[in-house]
């Protein structure tokens, strides 16, 4: 978890960026067309999606978008970040205010409603994150027991609990990283989401976090798009394909999730 110093540098450095940004959106936009490319990604969750102090991105769905991007035709230095909470996603697609979004973002039925989605690229689980002093959270059921829950608005997380362990007191945040500072604070008593996400937040705090259970889901991480874009679609799986054949796929996930302590998985089959 970032210290209060750098959560501040990095929001000076958003202030600072953001006019620039402005117009680097009036030159390309989320569909494209122009020079620059808009890609949605997250910018608080480290290992995977992290925008850091001094301004540039790092995680593992950032390679796996600046990989596609480049595959597109798009050099870095013309991507534009659109910071993606979990509950805007669909919406900031829908409006072509990305191009596509790589944001620890499952693939579901329900949200293929309003979206399509390239991959899977990596497949992952949710579980609970608590402080690492604590016995007696051991998994879901553990906390039907008057414990406090905090997920994020809009993820699937947050809905199975909502689902299947109705008895939880859910507090849903608009990002993970403001959870894990309740729980840090004391005024959560867990946090749930994708193991990797968890993975990321309790290798930043070296020793005041940890994972307990198994896995309770099955999550598919996929590159969201505008529904219909059956060429963009291609084109991503296509990219996807070739990231995870030819070792760049291993490298960064290695690379940024190998200090959370996680070994890279066999990458999945993207879905036809
Ligand atoms: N993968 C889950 C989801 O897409 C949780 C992670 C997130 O919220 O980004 O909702």
Redesign the pocket.
Same mark, same amino acid.
């Given at each position: 978890m970032p210290s209060i110093k750098v959560r501040v540098a990095a929001a000076v450095a958003l202030a600072i960026a953001l006019p620039f940004s402005a117009t680097a959106c009036g030159g390309g936009g989320g569909g494209g067309g122009g020079d620059t490319i808009v890609i949605g990604t997250?910018f608080d969750?480290p290992g995977l999606g992290l925008k850091n102090p001094d301004g540039t991105m790092s995680g593992f769905d950032v390679d796996v978008a600046k990989y596609i991007a480049k595959e597109l035709g798009y050099s870095e230095d013309k991507i534009e970040w659109k910071e993606s909470p979990?509950g805007q996603?669909e919406t900031l697609i829908q409006n072509d205010q990305v191009k596509y979004i790589v $944001? %620890?973002?499952?693939i +579901?039925d329900a949200r293929k409603q309003k979206v399509d989605f390239a991959g899977p690229y990596l497949l %992952?689980g949710?579980s609970l994150l608590v402080k690492a002093d604590n016995t007696d959270i051991t998994g879901p059921e553990s906390l039907q027991n008057n414990k406090k829950l905090c997920s994020?608005s809009?993820? %699937?997380? $947050?809905?199975r609990i909502k689902d299947k362990y109705p008895g939880v007191q859910l507090q849903q945040y608009d990002t993970?990283s403001a959870c894990v500072e309740a729980l840090k604070n004391g005024a959560i008593d867990a946090v749930t +989401?994708?193991e990797v996400?968890l993975a990321g937040y309790a290798a930043q705090t070296s020793g005041a976090f940890k994972i307990v259970g198994k896995p309770f889901s099955e999550?598919r991480?996929g590159v969201g798009l505008k529904k219909g874009d059956t060429d963009l679609r291609t084109k991503i799986n296509n990219a996807i394909t070739k990231m995870e054949q030819d070792g760049t796929w291993k490298a960064a996930f290695d690379k940024n999730l190998g200090p959370a302590g996680i070994t890279a998985p066999a990458p999945p089959p993207v879905d036809k």
């Open positions: 997250k969750q979990s996603r $944001a %620890t973002y499952s +579901t %992952t949710q994020v809009g993820s %699937t997380p $947050a809905q993970y +989401t994708d996400i999550e991480y």
